[in-house]
């Protein structure tokens, strides 16, 4: 039996618990996940070296990080590619680390609890210090943490991973199983606050293909069922505890796809995208380049983000960068589907949902969501070697 790595383990388990507070936690070297995150990969390279592999999972994404790099070429901001090309690669670089390390010296129930204690964490400072975590008069709550506001959007999304593996954990257990839920619902309610909508339809999404999936799962059937009828008391039991304000400005029927923004005819994510589709009819193959989404989209419109990570691949990459980079998500979501790990898939899925919504290749969460479910799998095969 190989032994666990607690460095790994814990450095690892460090970086999940404090994503919700990176933007806060920051100084002159940098975010200390930045810092966390090059210790583990120094870590790693040290205890492999002479043994560095690239596994058939990462080809495509491999392809995708070269084609990123040559589209320097024909890029029309050399800045833009910079910046936005050193974050992608120190997030390969990871990611490759990270499957380098064999699973089974991961203790990844440490990183499972590390996940629900930061999104229990991040959900507890809006829950219970409204007064420091307002954001908006709309009612609004993000982390508010030396001096920082964190994007209410993003700290929705990293408080999702937590929530997801909150349920997750609940199909797991075999006693005392609904303190996961209550977990879950913490979580689920400190995103609400947040007022991110395209949270709120990821995990609405993802939760409900979760339950559908087990309900076809006969030896889970009957927690599915459990985890629906909790689900139901749950939505009752916050909406009636959510601020009047909230629910009126971000989560009413009117508002909770923004179509309202669009018939105003304000800035909004509609009419970004709309521009956007101009782009990549007029380049569809090859793209703008890495990182210059904002330079081409000024081209058209004005210069803003995406706030869509598919549309961001087809404009900075077309149709070519869209596939390599599919291709490997694609086969991550099909590996976790053929283990009938529903709860991963969900996971994952929901992030992917969250995209829709948000430039999510840029943030830590997404790629840590990449990074867990390929441990998970990995992890699953070598159950099943053990048992036979």
Same mark, same amino acid.
């Given at each position: 039996?190989?032994?666990?790595?607690?460095?790994?383990?814990?450095?690892?388990?460090?970086?999940?618990?404090?994503?919700?507070?990176?933007?806060?936690?920051?100084?002159?070297?940098?975010?200390?996940?930045?810092?966390?995150?090059?210790?583990?990969?120094?870590?790693?390279?040290?205890?492999?070296?002479?043994?560095?592999?690239?596994?058939?999972?990462?080809?495509?994404?491999?392809?995708?990080?070269?084609?990123?790099?040559?589209?320097?070429?024909?890029?029309?901001?050399?800045?833009?590619?910079?910046?936005?090309?050193?974050?992608?690669?120190?997030?390969?670089?990871?990611?490759?680390?990270?499957?380098?390390?064999?699973?089974?010296?991961?203790?990844?129930?440490?990183?499972?609890?590390?996940?629900?204690?930061?999104?229990?964490?991040?959900?507890?400072?809006?829950?219970?210090?409204?007064?420091?975590?307002?954001?908006?008069? =709309? $009612?609004? /709550?993000?982390?508010? #943490?030396?001096?920082?506001? %964190?994007?209410?959007?993003? *700290?929705?999304? +990293? !408080?999702?991973?937590?929530?997801?593996?909150?349920?997750?954990?609940?199909?797991?257990?075999?006693?005392?199983?609904?303190?996961?839920?209550?977990?879950?619902?913490?979580?689920?309610?400190?995103?609400?606050?947040?007022?991110?909508?395209?949270?709120?339809?990821?995990?609405?999404?993802?939760?409900?293909?979760?339950?559908?999936?087990?309900?076809?799962? =006969? $030896?889970? /059937?009957?927690?599915? #069922?459990?985890?629906?009828? %909790?689900?139901?008391?749950? *939505?009752?039991? +916050? !909406?009636?505890?959510?601020?009047?304000?909230?629910?009126?400005?971000?989560?009413?029927?009117?508002?909770?796809?923004?179509?309202?923004?669009?018939?105003?005819?304000?800035?909004?994510?509609?009419?970004?995208?709309?521009?956007?589709?101009?782009?990549?009819?007029?380049?569809?193959?090859?793209?703008?380049?890495?990182?210059?989404?904002?330079?081409?989209?000024?081209?058209?419109?004005?210069?803003?983000?995406?706030?869509?990570?598919?549309?961001?691949?087809? *404009?900075?990459?077309?149709?070519?960068?869209?596939?390599?980079?599919?291709?490997?998500?694609?086969?991550?979501?099909?590996?976790?589907?053929?283990?009938?790990?529903?709860?991963?898939?969900?996971?994952?899925?929901?992030?992917?949902?969250?995209?829709?919504?948000?430039?999510?290749?840029?943030?830590?969460?997404?790629?840590?969501?990449?990074?867990?479910?390929?441990?998970?799998?990995?992890?699953?095969?070598?159950?099943?070697?053990?048992?036979?």
């Amino acid at each position: 039996m190989t032994a666990k790595n607690r460095v790994i383990t814990y450095l690892l388990a460090l970086y999940c618990c404090l994503m919700p507070f990176e933007e806060a936690l920051a100084s002159s070297f940098g975010s200390i996940l930045k810092i966390i995150g090059m210790l583990l990969i120094a870590y790693v390279i040290i205890q492999n070296r002479g043994n560095w592999f690239l596994s058939k999972y990462q080809g495509s994404l491999i392809l995708w990080t070269i084609y990123m790099f040559v589209s320097v070429t024909w890029v029309s901001s050399v800045q833009w590619w910079q910046y936005f090309f050193r974050i992608y690669i120190v997030q390969i670089i990871f990611l490759c680390a990270m499957e380098m390390v064999p699973v089974k010296s991961i203790d990844m129930k440490v990183v499972r609890k590390s996940l629900i204690l930061g999104g229990c964490i991040a959900s507890a400072i809006m829950i219970l210090f409204p007064t420091s975590s307002g954001f908006t008069d =709309e $009612g609004r /709550r993000t982390i508010m #943490l030396l001096e920082s506001a %964190l994007d209410p959007n993003v *700290v929705a999304s +990293i !408080i999702l991973l937590g929530a997801q593996v909150s349920i997750g954990e609940f199909y797991k257990a075999q006693r005392r199983s609904i303190r996961f839920v209550l977990l879950a619902i913490w979580q689920i309610l400190g995103i609400l606050l947040t007022g991110s909508r395209g949270a709120l339809l990821a995990f609405v999404v993802g939760f409900s293909i979760e339950i559908i999936l087990n309900l076809f799962n =006969e $030896g889970e /059937r009957r927690k599915a #069922l459990r985890v629906f009828l %909790l689900g139901i008391v749950a *939505v009752i039991f +916050i !909406i009636g505890i959510l601020p009047e304000n909230l629910l009126q400005t971000r989560f009413s029927k009117e508002n909770i796809l923004g179509l309202n923004e669009l018939a105003s005819g304000s800035h909004n994510r509609y009419t970004i995208w709309m521009y956007a589709g101009k782009l990549i009819k007029n380049n569809p193959v090859f793209g703008y380049g890495c990182g210059n989404f904002f330079s081409a989209i000024a081209t058209v419109y004005r210069t803003c983000a995406s706030h869509n990570l598919y549309v961001l691949l087809m *404009v900075e990459g077309g149709l070519i960068g869209m596939l390599l980079f599919g291709r490997y998500v694609w086969k991550i979501l099909k590996g976790l589907f053929r283990q009938q790990d529903f709860s991963t898939f969900a996971l994952l899925l929901t992030v992917l949902i969250m995209a829709f919504s948000l430039d999510s290749i840029t943030y830590k969460y997404f790629w840590m969501a990449l990074i867990y479910s390929r441990l998970i799998i990995r992890e699953n095969i070598e159950h099943k070697y053990d048992e036979e």
